[in-house]
Nanobody, 117 residues
Framework: VQLVESGGGLVQAGGSLRLSCAAS????????MGWYRQSPGKQRELVAT???????DYADSVKGRFTISRDNAKNTVFLRMNSLKPEDTAVYYC????????????WGQGTQVTVSS
């Protein structure tokens, strides 16, 4: 199974980016898909998750600015990031989990997001 992320980069404060993560290989019964981030010296933290039914959860720090969505037919998850702040600078990791009946937990390689002030 591979998770291929794209869309990171350098943006000015107030700008927008859209991250994508496509899961490929022998993967089925995907449960939740999500994004986490890690900045230097800090632990990896949850940014947003979305279930197979479309229920979403966001970190308080990104509510109202970030939107997570997914395309189940293409095993792809997206993260639209608006009104970016310098504190959003981090490596963003895609995560895919299976269902309770068939559990797995895969991570992407990470994509750098840098927000300049």
């Amino acid at each position: 199974v591979q998770l291929v992320e794209s869309g990171g980069g350098l943006v000015q404060a107030g700008g927008s980016l859209r991250l994508s993560c496509a899961a490929s290989g022998s993967i089925f019964s995907i449960g939740s898909m999500g994004w986490y981030r890690q900045s230097p010296g800090k632990q990896r933290e949850l940014v947003a998750t979305i279930t197979s039914g479309g229920s979403t959860d966001y970190a308080d720090s990104v509510k109202g600015r970030f939107t997570i969505s997914r395309d189940n037919a293409k095993n792809t998850v997206f993260l639209r990031m608006n009104s970016l702040k310098p504190e959003d600078t981090a490596v963003y990791y895609c995560n895919v989990k299976g269902t309770p009946a068939y559990f797995y937990n895969y991570w992407g390689q990470g994509t750098q997001v840098t927000v300049s002030s």
